[in-house]
């Protein structure tokens, strides 16, 4: 099997190839069967939908599936793998431009440490980058999106993506809408190039247990608990927190402060020690009802098909992650150099780089693994393989591309870039909150710490 060099993705950005193409099988670590939890959404129910799948004789069938690992987490981690790398020195020979907010020494609650824009949500258009300060260099002390970097992201489309490439080019590998700038909700908007999922094919669902043995056995009736002034608790009402007289109780109750007079024997579950997590946790298991179906194309008055199913987890067949990075979607970027007009060597250039970086965060998140959540760790069948869709009609090309081969690719065609005058930062763009958005964290975190001691198991 071949591997991906410089010379096949020059190949395959400049010719009528249409993407590269990864699918990988993958089962639960502990193995085939095993249980596997996928991610939650409102109200508490998983990704379902049916899928046309192809079985083992060839023929098609409608398949339940369940969604384990969204487009958007995918790229998150993908995004993480390369956050991760840069940390670990291994693009000392080929620095990737990241812009990175430093929040240490902010004397917050909580440290938040640097936020880059491979972490940010919104990577460069990002609230929190927009919001922060040019730390140093020309435009220092001046809002990123004021300074003569940060402006000429106003100017960016797909005519002219020389200033994201500059400063943050996976951006143009994984999507972004500069909603959050100078010109709001008319802002560039680059589609992803590079697209993964991962999907449970043939799912069926299991039921939440929870329990918990408390070594002290502390029972419901010792109570009630009281709240102190300083988020404590205490079984002495005087030494409570009062209200309108009247000491209140550790638990609250949608989200209101529940008040008891100690004369009474009895008292609301907002004072049982579970509250303070003490005590034990009756075994039981719970459900909810979640739609595994969608009303059928012929009969859609038809009720859709429902069936109770268990919030804790679920089996599959196997789960299957497919990738696919876009050439067209690359070709569509244009690389104007220095102020002129693009030009086919600078264009051929700055897609290729591209590629190479997407490929190169599969590759690294792929040898990271799929630890995905708790209880989600998965476990490829094979390697990482591409195809290549280079014509209709033509066996697509077979493909590897470890870690070491993908930054040595990229390492070439950044160096093949710089020949035809195209480059971007060898540095981070380092930038620091603005005092506002300082304040506003730290607000935000004191009232999340008064919150977290009054949010509680009722």
Same mark, same amino acid.
């Given at each position: 099997?071949?591997?991906?060099?410089?010379?096949?993705?020059?190949?395959?950005?400049?010719?009528?190839?249409?993407?590269?193409?990864?699918?990988?099988?993958?089962?639960?670590?502990?193995?085939?069967?095993?249980?596997?939890?996928?991610?939650?959404?409102?109200?508490?129910?998983?990704?379902? &939908?049916?899928?046309?799948?192809?079985?083992?004789?060839?023929?098609?069938?409608?398949?339940?599936?369940?969604?384990?690992?969204?487009?958007?987490?995918?790229?998150?981690?993908?995004?993480?793998?390369?956050?991760?790398?840069?940390?670990?020195?291994?693009?000392?020979?080929?620095?990737?431009?990241?812009?990175?907010?430093?929040?240490?020494?902010?004397?917050?609650?909580?440290?938040?440490?640097?936020?880059?824009?491979?972490?940010?949500?919104?990577?460069?258009?990002?609230?929190?980058?927009?919001?922060?300060? #040019?730390?140093?260099?020309?435009?220092?002390?001046?809002?990123?999106?004021?300074?003569?970097?940060?402006?000429?992201?106003?100017?960016?489309?797909?005519?002219?993506?020389?200033?994201?490439? &500059?400063?943050?080019?996976?951006?143009?590998? /994984?999507?972004?809408?500069?909603?959050?700038?100078?010109?709001?909700?008319?802002?560039?908007?680059?589609?992803?190039?590079?697209?993964?999922?991962? #999907?449970?094919?043939?799912?069926?669902?299991?039921?939440?247990?929870?329990?918990?043995?408390?070594?002290?056995?502390?029972?419901?009736?010792?109570?009630?608990?009281?709240?102190?002034?300083?988020?404590?608790?205490?079984?002495?009402?005087?030494?409570?927190?009062?209200?309108?007289?009247?000491?209140?109780?550790?638990?609250?109750?949608?989200?209101?402060?529940?008040?008891?007079?100690?004369?009474?024997?009895?008292?609301?579950?907002?004072?049982?020690?579970?509250?303070?997590?003490?005590?034990? #946790?009756?075994?039981? /298991?719970?459900?909810?009802?979640?739609?595994?179906?969608?009303?059928?194309?012929?009969?859609?008055?038809?009720?859709?098909?429902?069936?109770?199913?268990?919030?804790?987890?679920?089996?599959?067949?196997?789960?299957?992650?497919?990738?696919?990075?876009?050439?067209?979607?690359?070709?569509?970027?244009? /690389?104007?150099?220095?102020?002129?007009?693009?030009?086919? &060597?600078?264009?051929?250039?700055?897609?290729?780089?591209?590629?190479?970086?997407?490929?190169?965060?599969?590759?690294?998140?792929?040898?990271?693994?799929?630890?995905?959540?708790?209880?989600?760790?998965?476990?490829?069948?094979?390697?990482?393989?591409?195809?290549?869709?280079?014509?209709?009609?033509?066996?697509?090309?077979?493909?590897?591309?470890?870690?070491?081969?993908?930054?040595?690719?990229?390492?070439?065609?950044?160096?093949?870039?710089?020949?035809?005058?195209?480059?971007?930062?060898?540095?981070?763009?380092?930038?620091?909150?603005?005092?506002?958005?300082?304040?506003?964290?730290?607000?935000?975190?004191?009232?999340?710490?008064? &919150?977290?001691?009054?949010?509680?198991?009722?």
């Amino acid at each position: 099997m071949d591997t991906i060099n410089l010379e096949v993705l020059q190949s395959a950005v400049a010719g009528p190839a249409a993407a590269f193409r990864a699918r990988t099988r993958l089962q639960p670590a502990g193995g085939e069967g095993d249980k596997v939890f996928p991610p939650t959404y409102a109200g508490a129910v998983y990704a379902v &939908e049916e899928r046309r799948t192809k079985q083992e004789n060839g023929e098609w069938e409608t398949t339940p599936c369940v969604l384990l690992d969204s487009v958007q987490s995918q790229a998150n981690r993908l995004e993480e793998a390369l956050q991760q790398a840069i940390d670990a020195g291994l693009f000392q020979d080929c620095p990737i431009p990241v812009i990175e907010v430093d929040f240490s020494g902010e004397d917050l609650l909580d440290e938040v440490g640097t936020i880059t824009s491979l972490t940010a949500p919104h990577r460069a258009a990002d609230a929190i980058l927009r919001d922060s300060l #040019v730390a140093e260099g020309e435009g220092q002390g001046t809002p990123f999106r004021e300074s003569p970097i940060g402006a000429r992201l106003d100017h960016t489309s797909l005519s002219n993506a020389t200033p994201l490439y &500059e400063i943050c080019p996976t951006a143009l590998v /994984f999507g972004i809408w500069d909603s959050t700038g100078l010109k709001g909700g008319l802002g560039a908007k680059f589609q992803r190039s590079l697209v993964s999922e991962i #999907v449970g094919v043939n799912v069926s669902f299991g039921k939440k247990t929870s329990s918990r043995i408390d070594p002290l056995k502390i029972q419901r009736v010792a109570g009630p608990v009281y709240r102190t002034v300083n988020r404590g608790w205490t079984l002495d009402a005087s030494k409570a927190l009062q209200e309108k007289g009247k000491p209140v109780l550790y638990g609250k109750r949608k989200g209101k402060n529940i008040t008891h007079d100690p004369k009474n024997a009895t008292f609301p579950d907002e004072g049982r020690p579970s509250v303070i997590n003490h005590g034990n #946790v009756t075994p039981d /298991f719970s459900r909810y009802t979640g739609s595994i179906g969608v009303p059928d194309p012929i009969r859609p008055h038809e009720e859709v098909r429902e069936k109770r199913v268990g919030a804790s987890g679920v089996t599959v067949d196997y789960a299957e992650q497919t990738t696919v990075l876009s050439l067209p979607a690359l070709r569509r970027l244009r /690389f104007p150099v220095n102020g002129g007009s693009p030009t086919q &060597e600078t264009d051929a250039a700055g897609r290729t780089v591209l590629a190479a970086l997407g490929l190169t965060a599969c590759a690294l998140a792929a040898e990271n693994g799929y630890d995905l959540r708790s209880r989600c760790l998965l476990w490829p069948s094979n390697p990482l393989r591409w195809e290549l869709l280079a014509r209709p009609g033509e066996k697509p090309a077979q493909l590897t591309f470890t870690a070491d081969d993908a930054i040595q690719t990229l390492k070439e065609a950044i160096a093949a870039a710089e020949k035809v005058g195209l480059t971007w930062r060898k540095d981070p763009l380092k930038l620091t909150p603005a005092p506002q958005l300082v304040e506003l964290l730290k607000r935000s975190q004191k009232i999340a710490a008064d &919150e977290s001691t009054e949010e509680t198991e009722v």
